[in-house]
């Protein structure tokens, strides 16, 4: 498989937020409201069937890198309960960051699920070298909201919400 290029890849601008960020699960503040999504979410792996469709978003202020999502699910699951367990195999969004341009292969990766549990890992020599023991961020903060009920397929679901705030300070000694 041939690895894309730098230019390959798609680009997305991250503005800065102008007015305060309450993390909450809402998304109702002026900057989120004005702030672009990602664009469409694209399924490789996917065969057949409706392609639910997830919104992401991203701001920053001095302190803190902002995302969320709005992802539609017509059956909202999530049973992990800890830090760093197998949120992957809940409704999941993750978020990958490589903060220091002269170290592109060393990034964070933060999946969280819909009841705002994460899983946080630190990559510093790229995707395939084995992780050198655990790295826990700080001070992040997570709310989520839900349109439907959580695990029960006996119904239809709309839509969760996740918003976080991710301190800088967490990718400073990258």
């Known amino acids: 498989m041939a690895q894309s290029t730098h230019a390959d890849r798609p680009m997305y601008t991250i503005y800065r937020a102008g007015t305060p960020i309450v993390i909450d699960g809402r998304l ?29 978003k991203m701001l920053w202020d001095d302190d803190n890198l902002y995302v969320s999502y709005i992802c539609e699910d017509a059956h909202i699951w999530a049973e992990h309960t800890a830090r760093d367990s197998d ?24 999946e969280m699920n819909v009841l705002g549990i994460f899983l946080d890992q630190f990559h510093p020599q790229g995707p395939d070298a084995p992780v050198p023991g655990e790295w826990n961020g700080e001070g992040i903060q997570i709310k989520t909201q839900i349109a439907g009920t959580l695990n029960d397929d006996s119904d239809r679901d709309e839509y969760w919400i996740l918003e976080a705030a991710i301190p800088f300070a967490n990718f400073a000694h990258v």
Do not use: C, L
């Open 28 to 56: 109702n503040e002026p900057a989120w409201v004005a702030a672009p999504d990602v664009g469409a979410f694209v399924f490789p792996w996917y065969e057949s069937g409706k392609k639910e469709q997830t919104i992401a």
């Open 87 to 110: 949120v992957w195999k809940d409704d999941t969004v993750e978020v990958f960051t490589a903060p220091n341009p002269n170290q592109p292969q060393a990034y964070f990766n933060i």
